[in-house]
């Protein structure tokens, strides 16, 4: 039964971005630690990411907050605002982010842990992409 500590330490992750929209797909290639804080797990991720047809990759970062409330697992963003929560007990699980006028669904797929996947389905007026995300342990 996953819960939140199963996710500490240092994973691969490799970031598939299709967008609907006609703009460029993307690539990202980096790492994600999950290290403790504040009785929570911090998440860093630092990769690069190639845009298809450009020829300069970027850096790319960015952090959240795990903490478990009851056997959920609460995401937050940098800034401590509520993200969305799931269950990690699940191999499949769903969860929503409302960003009106943007809808973010997520799904995080552990059926074959230690290694899994993270797919956010985004539409709004000018947005529509699907990102996944894999993770395996470094």
């Given at each position: 039964m996953r819960q939140l500590i199963d996710f500490d330490g240092t994973w691969h992750i490799t970031r598939t971005i299709t967008d609907f929209t006609g703009g460029p797909n993307a690539q990202l290639v980096g790492?994600?630690?999950f290290t403790p804080h504040d009785g929570g797990l911090?998440?860093?991720?630092?990769?690069?990411?190639?845009?298809?047809?450009?020829?300069?990759?970027?850096k790319a970062e960015r952090r959240y907050t795990w903490t478990s409330q009851g056997f959920d697992i609460a995401v937050y963003f940098d800034d401590g605002r509520f993200f969305h929560a799931f269950d990690p007990r699940g191999d499949?699980?769903?969860?929503?982010?409302?960003?009106?006028?943007?809808?973010?669904d997520v799904t995080y797929d552990f059926s074959a842990w230690p290694i899994w996947q993270v797919t956010w389905r985004v539409h709004?007026?000018?947005k529509d992409y699907t990102s996944r995300t894999e993770f395996s342990r470094s």
């Open positions: 790492q994600c630690s911090v998440q860093a991720e630092v990769g690069t990411l190639q845009f298809a047809g450009a020829s300069v990759a970027l499949v699980v769903s969860a929503t982010h409302d960003c009106p006028p943007d809808r973010y709004g007026p000018r």
